[in-house]
């Protein structure tokens, strides 16, 4: 099926401004569908609307929500208003604290877990329900190899992004005989702004062989009707980022009877 078909009419993007969001938007528009674009900086998600505007004649919608608030998903909700969102994706999300778990203010680990557990998880429910009742749909949470295990420095990351790695497993098992797509797109080093500037923070240099952000959203969307895993650069049944393959993971999510 066309992506339009199968996800249109519209996507939301959360965490849209820049590097894979701001791919991804543009790789739907390339394929007919507009996007509602969140983040906190309204003037890059202004400069991408035009862009999109310009190259493709969708008028996509801005929405400039700071996704670690606790009415995130209110704020994203009010919005969309009545369109027809047929793709919701989870992007945003890295951990740009760089540091221990008690050489920061729990404020800054809780803003952290609101952005990858709470608002991601009120979104699926807002934009999943409307999708299971029409039969078709998509959510897409990007995620990291970091899901896989606790990695010192970045605990509260890691233990957010398992959260999503069970969470899409969970739900892809549930909403797959409604025709619903659920894929967790768990991603290596990525050329992103963000990632550049805490590289450089840390004085690492730049890696590589890392992915680009238009191959994430190209490899994504591809892989998004195939969840719940995408493990990026492998095949279905290799392991890399735990001793466990994405295919042997989905045998196991059918293989345990449900509740
Ligand atoms: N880059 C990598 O190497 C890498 C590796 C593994 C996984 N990932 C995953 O890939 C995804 C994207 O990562 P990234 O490196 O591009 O960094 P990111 O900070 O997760 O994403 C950047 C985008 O998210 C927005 N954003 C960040 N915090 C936000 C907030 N509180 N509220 C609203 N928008 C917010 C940013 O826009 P504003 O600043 O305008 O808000 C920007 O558009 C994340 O889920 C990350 O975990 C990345």
């Excluded at 803003?111 to 934009?127: D, I, K, S, Y």
């Excluded at 959260?163 to 025709?179: H, Q, V």
Aim: include cysteine; charge should be neutral; aromatic fraction near 6%.
């Amino acid at each position: 099926m066309e992506l339009l078909e199968r996800y249109g009419p519209w996507a939301v993007i959360a965490g849209a401004s820049e590097g894979t969001g701001r791919a991804f938007a543009r790789k739907l528009a390339e394929h007919g569908l507009p996007s509602v674009l969140v983040a906190r900086r309204e003037a890059p998600l202004a400069a991408l609307r035009e862009e999109i505007l310009g190259k493709t004649g969708l008028a996509c919608v801005i929405a400039p929500v700071d996704l670690s608030a606790p009415d995130a998903c209110d704020k994203i909700a009010e919005a969309v208003g009545a369109r027809e969102v047929g793709l919701f994706i989870s992007n945003a999300g890295a951990d740009t604290n760089g540091a221990s778990f008690l050489d920061r203010d729990i404020a800054a680990w809780e803003a952290l877990v609101n952005l990858n557990v709470t608002t991601m998880l009120r979104c699926c429910h807002h934009f999943g329900a409307p999708m299971r009742v029409r039969g078709k749909g998509g959510l897409l949470l990007v995620n990291s190899g970091a899901s896989y295990g606790g990695i010192r420095g970045l605990a509260a990351y890691t233990a957010s992004k398992a959260f999503m790695l069970n969470f899409a497993e969970a739900l892809w098992g549930e909403l797959r005989p409604a025709g619903v797509d659920v894929l967790t797109l768990v991603l290596g080093q990525t050329d992103t702004p963000a990632y550049r500037k805490l590289l450089a923070e840390k004085h690492l240099p730049l890696p590589t062989d890392w992915a680009t952000p238009e191959d994430v959203a190209k490899v994504g969307l591809a892989r998004l009707p195939f969840g719940p895993i995408h493990n990026w650069g492998c095949a279905d049944d290799e392991a890399r980022f735990s001793p466990s393959s994405a295919a042997a993971r989905r045998q196991r999510v059918l293989l345990i009877p449900g509740m």
